[in-house]
């Protein structure tokens, strides 16, 4: 992925999961992609499946929860991403007026990114012991609607704390279910072999992800 003869702009295809996009990545990359003049071509797949696009070679990095290098690749923590149960309070008023319970889970909705986002189904799983054919759920593969979803009594769900912190803080959303507390870690992953510019663009992120996500 080069310099194209028509504009001065390096392109590059990078994977990641929305919730990175959504909150810290380009907060993260801004400085380095307008002074190196990068333009990024963006895929998103759960942060299990992304390195699969960089080993099929379909993008040049990826953002992943895949701790190991794959053969020919170099991998790097970035940092981890907490994530809280949620809701508002008039929907813990209508739903779990009498606490959290196998039997109320079994009729409040929940909120879900998608099919492949099984944070939800396993901490229900492992700590109620119900699957997610015993209660009725959104998906809502968008990590901004998804939280709207929330704030709009629609469900409940897990979302990643730095996306949520001022409405803990104010009051609009609460957090319902403490030992649902998950932790993610992240990797970035790239091929060995790669550009000076996007070692410099992995340098950038590397030294200041943490800093946004810890």
Request: aromatic share 8%.
């Amino acid at each position: 992925m080069g310099q194209s003869s028509q504009h001065e702009f390096h392109q590059f295809s990078i994977a990641t999961n929305a919730d990175s996009l959504s909150t810290w990545l380009l907060k993260v990359l801004q400085s380095t992609l307008i002074e190196h003049k990068i333009a990024l071509k963006l895929s998103l797949d759960d942060q299990t499946q992304t390195h699969q696009l960089l080993e099929t070679g379909l993008v040049n990095a990826c953002i992943s929860t895949e701790s190991t290098a794959m053969k020919g690749c170099e991998v790097h923590y970035l940092g981890q991403m907490t994530y809280r149960m949620v809701a508002t309070p008039s929907f813990v008023e209508k739903w779990f007026k009498d606490g959290i319970h196998r039997d109320a889970l079994r009729q409040a909705p929940a909120i879900i990114f998608n099919g492949k986002d099984l944070m939800h189904h396993q901490v229900i799983l492992n700590l109620f012991g119900l699957n997610q054919q015993s209660y009725p759920h959104y998906f809502i593969p968008s990590s901004t609607s998804f939280l709207e979803a929330v704030h709009l009594d629609l469900g409940f769900g897990l979302l990643p704390e730095y996306q949520i912190a001022d409405d803990l803080q104010s009051g609009k959303l609460i957090e319902i279910m403490p030992n649902a507390k998950t932790e993610m870690k992240l990797y970035w992953h790239h091929w060995k072999q790669q550009s000076a510019l996007l070692q410099q663009l992995t340098n950038d992120l590397l030294e200041k992800a943490q800093q946004q996500m810890n």
